[in-house]
């Protein structure tokens, strides 16, 4: 099975920045979309950012739209996701999704293997 750690959460104030990273075990990334949803306590996941299994294509939320960058290293099996200007509204658990296809997709229900998540929480 293809199994998705996520990592690189923490507190950091807003307008900072971090970087999370998705790495796949199991099988390499090629060939692979990979996105990043985010889920807050009480609130339907939401979706972030996805990226082409090649990575030459990518889409995001209008509200990461120009903070976000969503990249991947298929040698490396790893997916990013560099968080610049974070706002308090981005406080949320963040989880790596993957499906096999060639093209991204917003829509949750497009991804079949997820990760548990990582804690991204932004002080005021």
Sequence with gaps: QVQLVESGG????????????????????????MAWFRQAPGKEREFVAATSWS????????????RFT????????????QMNSLKPED????????RL?????????DYGTWGQGTQVTVSS
Excluded: E, F, W
């Excluded at 920045?17 to 075990?25: I, T």
């Excluded at 889409?59 to 739209?65: E, I, L, N, P």
């Excluded at 406080?91 to 993957?98: D, E, I, K």
């Design 70 to 81: 969503i990249s991947r290293d298929n040698a490396k099996n790893t997916v990013y996701l």
């Design 101 to 109: 296809g060639t093209s991204p997709a917003s829509r949750a229900s």
């Design 91 to 98: 406080t949320s658990v963040y989880h790596c999704a993957g």
């Design 55 to 66: 990575g030459d294509g990518s889409m995001y939320a209008d509200s990461v739209k120009g």
């Design 10 to 33: 923490g507190l950091v104030q807003a307008g900072g920045s971090l970087r999370l990273s998705c790495v796949a075990s199991g099988r390499t990334l090629g060939r692979m979309t």
